[in-house]
């Protein structure tokens, strides 16, 4: 029923951009609100189990695990599309919208979960960014780098994407806050983790040392006062060391 209502506001002949009008855009931000408590829950997870109990399992080109068409990074990649179909919906003119970092939060959480669930490698050589963000556009892995990597890459790469559209904007509904940034390298520390994914060593050093990078990114925004929020605390320091761990 969620993926089928989601399908439908998504689907840009039914409800074109501009179109969502006296509150009706709020059924969004309600579905990612809804899709971000099915993964926190783990309610997600135990529907992957119960598919993969009853039916076979598959792998598609690229060595991905999916069942039915499913796999462990649907609930991200569908929480980010339904984030950029309202930011269309303001783009669009429909001045109801309102855009905020809580929504860019749910996504942000959404990709650091998908960053500690187990998953497969894809098969072949070494993998660039451009192929993770391939990875994430298609809901598949990129050659050669475990989705755990790319979840957390993604995850970094929206607040990096949110503190520019803020300091160009100066809009203070988009200033990433502190949950922002904790998400995002929280993500880099579960993709460096040894018990979470069968991820290769070498996956597991860059997520540490994209851990450490998004620290000093942090610490460098905070000193130039470009955004106080992302001055890191004791949280932060941990799950860098964590993710060396």
């Known amino acids: 029923w969620l993926r089928r209502v989601t399908k439908n506001l998504l689907d840009g002949e039914l409800f074109p951009p501009g179109s969502l009008v006296k509150g009706k855009w709020h059924e969004l931000s309600s579905m ?6 099915f993964v926190k829950d783990g309610t997600f997870d135990r529907v992957l189990e119960l598919l993969a109990s009853q039916q076979n399992k598959q792998q598609d080109k690229q060595g991905q695990l999916t069942v ?20 269309d919906e303001q783009e669009a003119g429909n001045t109801d919208v309102v855009v905020t970092v809580d929504l860019y939060n749910m996504a942000i ?24 963000r391939h990875a994430i556009a298609t ?10 990597l790319a979840a957390a890459r993604r995850a970094a790469d929206i607040v990096r994407s949110l503190q ?22 929280g993500a880099f520390t579960r993709a460096a ?18 851990a450490e990078s998004l620290l000093l990114w942090m610490e ?23 993710a060396y761990a």
Do not use: C, H
């Open 68 to 87: 039915d068409g499913t796999n462990r990074l649907t609930p991200a990649v569908i929480i980010e599309g339904l984030l950029k179909r309202i930011i």
């Open 193 to 210: 983790s040894y018990t979470s994914t069968p991820s290769s060593a070498r996956d597991r050093a860059t997520a540490a040392k994209e």
């Open 32 to 37: 990612m609100l809804a899709w971000s408590r």
């Open 139 to 148: 809901g598949s892995v990129g050659r050669g780098t475990s989705q755990t």
């Open 220 to 242: 460098d925004l905070d000193k130039s006062g470009k955004n106080q929020d992302a001055a890191p605390g004791t949280v932060a320091y941990s799950l860098t060391m964590d």
């Open 109 to 132: 959480e959404a990709w650091a979960a998908a960053a500690g669930r187990s998953g497969r490698k894809g098969s072949g050589g070494g993998a660039d960014d451009e192929d993770d």
């Open 164 to 185: 520019a559209a803020y300091e160009v904007s100066g809009n203070e509904t988009l200033r990433p806050n502190s949950r922002s940034f904790l998400d995002a390298l």
